[in-house]
C-alpha cells in the first residue's frame, strides 16, 4: 500500500499564504509525478498543479498560475504546494495524489494514489 499524507491546511485571510505537505510513504514505487487537486463544496474535484518526478516540469490550472508554486522536498517522494494571494474562491479541500503510470498530467484518472485531502478555507 501507498499513503499519501496531506498537512498544512487551514484557515487564512484573502490575500494571505499557506503551505500544503504531502509525503509518500508504505511500499516503494515508482514515482513519475505528483499533483494538487482540489473539491470545493457542490464542485468536481479538479486539477490545480502537476510536477514531473524526473524531469521536475511543472503544469498549473490557469486559476493558479502565478500565485500557487509546487516543489519537491529534500525527503523520498515529498511535495509542497506554496499558495499565495490565497482568494476565497481558492476554498476548497485540497488532494495530493501520485502516479506511477503516464499519462495525461491534468487528469484525475492518470493518478493512484491520492491521500485523505486538506481543508484551506479563505474568508473575505
Known amino acids: 500500500q501507498v499513503q499519501l499524507v496531506e498537512s498544512g491546511g487551514g484557515l487564512v485571510q484573502a490575500g494571505g499564504s499557506l503551505r500544503l505537505s504531502c509525503a509518500a510513504s508504505g511500499r516503494t514505487f515508482s514515482n513519475y509525478g505528483m499533483a494538487w487537486f482540489r473539491q470545493a463544496p457542490g464542485k468536481e474535484r479538479e486539477f490545480v498543479v502537476a510536477i514531473n518526478w524526473s524531469s521536475g516540469s511543472t503544469y498549473y490550472a490557469d486559476s493558479v498560475k502565478g500565485r500557487f508554486t509546487i516543489s519537491r522536498g529534500n525527503a523520498k517522494n515529498t511535495v509542497y504546494l506554496h499558495m499565495n494571494n490565497l482568494k476565497p474562491e481558492d476554498t476548497a479541500v485540497y488532494y495530493c495524489?501520485?502516479?506511477?503510470?503516464?499519462?495525461?498530467?491534468?487528469?484525475?484518472?492518470?493518478?493512484?494514489?491520492w491521500g485523505q485531502g486538506a481543508q484551506v478555507t479563505v474568508s473575505s
Open positions: 495524489a501520485a502516479r506511477d503510470v503516464i499519462g495525461p498530467v491534468r487528469a484525475r484518472k492518470t493518478y493512484n494514489y
